[in-house]
């Protein structure tokens, strides 16, 4: 129990750092349990010291000194891809990942001027953050070595000699075969998660199955589970097994250091079954010291996802076991999955905005499957691939991961299997906070109608969370470097308008497109599940680029586009139905009046630039003009076929180049706010000079200098935020 309640006081303290109003409920709810289960007063007081001093210890934890750059590197591990290599180099006790086109081996030392990279800070108001990763692996940087280094081995340490053999393991599975489900028995086997192919990685998150194919507390109790019957069958003493199970797990964990998730689950399974031996077993201080080991080894391990899934799911069956031991096989496995779906809801919701339709009934499905098909298939292959794996098995192996590999993509694809929801609020997550508890405790008692009160009250927090708006609108700039993208929603009648998504020429096949690091993250903790309309100003690659990917992720209703745009029919691929400007000069989606401007006849221009559609968009009593990359000329043609223009925001031209935002054209539309999309340190400059000169006076906002831009409107007031600026401005529309 002590152990427990320490744990809880280091969560308390990180969510009271994190968010106090959310920190200070947490430590209310452990004060009343703890004086509920004890009536003793100086417990409350110990908690209540504890707590401060953890909290203390958070905020004055140390953080990473960067290093610009180092002299001396050890290689003390790999990190492997399909198709590449990531050194793990050491350099004074800290860890850092090379990439290198050079082979080294385990233990070389290398010299040379290895320049320090600390990771990309984060330009958009996403929660994916390229430096926080890092720090939660416990990496402080990266190396690019691209220059000649002098080697020489050095003499190998313990963890060394422990990589070296794990990297042996490796490439003799990776030899054994010549198939692809290789691949799979590594991540199966040590949780080499990078062979995971991103096809693969979504339909396993869609199904909410990853846990199953990455190694966890599930894949331990299996191993531990064949192991004990193999033992027991050769008639060893039980007492003998124990602790032949103890060494082999450790066994297992020294091939997996890298992987938290392994860590956890061994340490737990060994310290059950060193107290198996005791009359005693207290299950739940043995979780919390290994939690506790675990955040005092690597403190920033708290903030990872897969930790707090761990942790959560594990505490509350530990907490429900008794409810649910007597039952039957069936009811059992039931039981366990509804518990653990539930328990997750609220952390998946935190991190992912994600909220799971079928989870509860694809775990019933794949969870059986894996137990009696899949892990069994693992260790078999193991095992044989040390005496060599003949054409039979390496048939049946590539035959079961083949067919497991369709069924489930098919099944990922058939249907909608997840929502994105909105970030939530903290009101609503201490709503959710509190039905996650009572209706778990409701099922485990069989009370039903009070657990569908609470999952009812849960699910309706949850969507009230998601459609309630106290905006009228919300215009979006995303940083998608030197491109445009710009979202345009009606908060009330949930409406949205992407123009342009950004784009980047790429030399080979991506690992990770640009907007997966930019616009979906951004629509998927907006809430954005469709796209009611995508506007391609003009058919160049830093305004159009990522469409083909954006719109294989998001069910986009109508799409426009200049079809007169000399670029447009080699361009254009896809099933979605066209909208032509020409012939829709003036409609609506839900309030956000549009009216198109630009193109005004079926010309041809010579190049895509002067084909761009320009569109003024009423929202409210507020408006903006966008011009995508339109220059003088095509602004002189707008200032003589219209009367003056009046444009509360307007969308710079062409990035901030010299090429638009004529003096004339701006005195004409008399904007108060300036939106330029410009990448960091881009090669032609943008915004020149003189542009920004012509635009003083009013509110300029450059993602090369903010970064992503969030204005939402309500009624006659309009509020600005921007990623890397100042605090929130606002003004009111006279």
């Known amino acids: 129990m002590i152990a427990f309640v320490c744990f809880l006081t280091i969560v308390v303290a990180v969510v009271l750092v994190e968010n106090a109003f959310i920190g200070f409920f947490l430590c209310a709810a452990m004060l009343f349990i703890l004086w509920q289960q004890t009536r003793q007063f100086w417990r409350l007081i110990y908690c209540i010291l504890l707590t401060a001093i953890m909290t203390m210890a958070v905020i004055f934890m140390p953080k990473m000194t960067p290093i610009e750059s180092l002299s001396e590197v050890t290689v003390v591990g790999y990190k492997y891809y399909t198709d590449d290599i990531i050194y ?71 963890g060394m000699q422990i990589n070296a053999f794990r990297d042996k393991y490796i490439q003799r599975i990776l030899n054994a075969t010549e198939h692809d489900y290789k691949f799979d028995m590594l991540t199966l086997s040590i949780g080499i998660k990078s062979y995971i192919d991103s096809e693969l990685f979504d339909g396993l998150q869609k199904l909410g199955i990853y846990h199953l194919y990455v190694i ?8 531990t589970g064949v192991l004990y019957y193999v ?57 919390s010291l290994t939690a506790i080991f675990q955040f005092l080894y690597h403190p920033n391990i708290i903030y990872n996802a897969g930790f707090q899934l761990s942790y959560i799911t594990t505490y509350f069956i530990l907490l429900t076991r008794h409810y649910i031991l007597n039952r039957g096989p069936f009811v059992q496995l039931f039981m366990f999955t509804v518990i653990s779906e539930i328990s997750t809801l609220l952390i998946l919701l935190i991190h992912f905005n994600d ?53 489930i993509l098919y099944l990922s694809n058939a249907f909608q299997h997840r929502m994105f929801m909105t970030n939530l609020s903290n009101v609503a997550i201490i709503i959710l906070l509190i039905t996650t508890v009572t209706s778990t405790m409701a099922i485990c008692k069989n009370k039903i ?6 999952l009812l009250i849960f699910f309706a927090t949850v969507m009230f969370n998601q459609y309630y708006s106290s905006h009228d609108f919300k215009i979006t700039m995303v940083d998608v470097g030197q491109g445009d993208a710009f979202l345009i929603q009606d908060m009330r009648q949930n409406k949205t308008i992407l123009i342009d998504t950004g784009g980047r020429f790429y030399m080979d096949t ?19 599940n469709q796209i009611d309309m995508v506007v391609l100003s003009h058919i160049d690659l830093d305004h159009v680029g990522e469409f083909d990917h954006i719109a294989n992720k998001v069910n986009i209703h109508y799409v426009m586009a200049n079809m007169r745009d000399p670029a447009f029919n080699e361009f254009w691929a896809y099933d979605i139905p066209l909208v032509d400007p020409l012939e829709n000069q003036s409609f609506e989606i839900g309030n956000i009046n549009i009216r198109v401007l630009s193109p005004m006849d079926a010309e041809i221009q010579e190049g895509s630039n002067g084909s761009s559609i320009v569109l003024y968009i009423q929202l409210g009593k507020f408006s903006i003009l966008f011009t995508g990359d339109a220059g003088v000329d095509e602004e002189q043609l707008l200032m003589e076929s219209y009367q003056p223009v009046e444009a509360d925001i307007l969308k710079v031209g062409h990035h901030g180049s010299d090429t638009s935002s004529s003096s004339e054209f701006i005195e004409w539309l008399s904007p108060n706010i300036a939106l330029i999309s410009a990448g960091v340190d881009n ?52």
């Open 510 to 528: 991506p690992h990770i497109r640009l907007s997966d690091r930019t616009l979906l993250p951004y629509l998927k903790q907006s809430g954005i």
């Open 216 to 223: 966890s507390g599930t894949h331990v109790a299996f191993l």
């Open 683 to 734: 090669r032609y400059g943008h915004p020149h000079d003189s542009v920004l000169d012509t635009l003083s006076g009013m509110l300029i906002l450059s993602t090369n200098e903010v970064g992503m831009v969030e204005m939402v409107i309500d009624g006659d007031t309009l509020c600005v935020a921007s990623k890397l600026g100042n605090d929130t401005q606002c003004m009111i529309k006279k």
């Open 88 to 158: 793990i180099v050491d350099s004074n006790r800290e860890t850092y990942e090379m990439y290198s086109d050079e082979h080294y081996e385990i233990g070389m030392r290398c010299y040379g001027n290895y320049e320090i990279f600390q990771g990309n800070s984060q330009r958009n108001m996403i929660k994916e953050d390229d430096s926080l990763r890092m720090v939660m692996n416990g990496i402080n940087g990266r190396i690019y070595d691209d220059t000649s280094t002098l080697c020489e081995h050095g003499p190998l340490t313990i």
């Open 449 to 454: 109608n009070h657990a569908i009160i609470s």
């Open 231 to 287: 033992l027991k069958r050769m008639r060893i003493p039980l007492e003998w097994i124990k602790i032949i199970l103890i060494i082999m797990l450790l066994c297992f964990l020294l091939l997996n250091l890298f992987s938290p998730s392994v860590v956890r689950a061994v340490l737990m399974a060994v310290l059950l079954l060193i107290t198996s031996f005791f009359r005693t077993r207290p299950y739940m201080t043995i979780i």
């Open 355 to 407: 909220l799971s339709i079928s989870g509860i009934l694809m775990n019933l499905i794949f969870v059986p499957l894996f137990s009696v098909v899949i892990f069994p298939s693992v260790i078999i292959f193991n095992i044989a691939s040390l005496i060599g794996i003949n054409g039979l098995f390496d048939y049946l192996f590539h035959f079961i991961f083949s067919n497991l590999k369709q069924v």
